[in-house]
């Protein structure tokens, strides 16, 4: 019976750590749930930060800005090779169907014509990645703005004006906020 108490304390030792373990976890749940990473989309300079640390923030309201020059800059570089893609687009095209046509008459061998195919092919990709980039340009300049999700207050400020947020690889924290 003294082996059976034993055990049984035991039992009760481990089931009370467990518990306890239990409750300090949901605790800490609760307060690093409170707590929220504020990050943005894109890459860029910061231009202004609209807000101060322990202020409250209402949802939508403005937070910070990401210089545009960059982003005017890959706007323009976008609509410029959209340009010139559609251009050589076009004369690819011509001449794929001018070879086709030689090669009809025997005048063209059938290597120049997988040549004339491939460099269609190459300027359909390259117009393509063009247009691809034209787009992703727009959304940055539609996002250069990042503004509250939701009413906060803000409790710690990650960047600074003039720094680069770089989120090619890894999104950067730029706020963190606790929710009210």
Same mark, same amino acid.
């Given at each position: 019976m003294n $082996?059976?108490?034993?055990?049984? @304390? $035991?039992?009760?030792?481990?089931?009370l750590f467990l518990l306890i373990n239990l409750i300090v976890c949901d605790i800490h749940a609760e307060n690093s749930e409170s707590e929220i990473n504020i990050t943005s989309a894109i890459s860029g300079i910061v231009k202004t930060i609209h807000v101060k640390i322990n202020q409250t923030i209402k949802?939508?309201?403005l937070l910070l800005e990401f210089d545009e020059t960059l982003i005017n800059s890959n706007l323009l570089e976008a609509n410029a090779m959209i340009k010139l893609t559609q251009i050589n687009?076009?004369?690819? $095209? @011509?001449?794929?169907? !001018?070879? @086709?046509?030689?090669?009809? !008459?025997?005048?063209?061998s059938e290597h120049d014509l997988q040549v004339s195919k491939v460099n269609?092919?190459?300027a359909l990709s390259l =117009?393509?990645?063009?247009e691809n980039k034209l $787009? =992703?340009?727009?959304?940055?300049?539609k996002h250069h703005k990042l503004y509250a999700p939701y009413t906060a207050t803000i409790n710690k400020i990650l960047t600074y004006t003039g720094q680069y947020i770089n989120n090619k690889y890894a999104v950067q924290p730029i706020f963190v906020i606790q929710r009210k």
């Open positions: $082996k059976m108490t034993i055990n049984n @304390k $035991k039992i009760f030792l481990c089931c949802q939508g309201e687009l076009l004369e690819a $095209k @011509k001449e794929l169907e !001018r070879s @086709k046509e030689l090669f009809e !008459r025997t005048v063209l269609y092919f190459k =117009h393509s990645e063009a $787009k =992703h340009s727009l959304w940055d300049k």
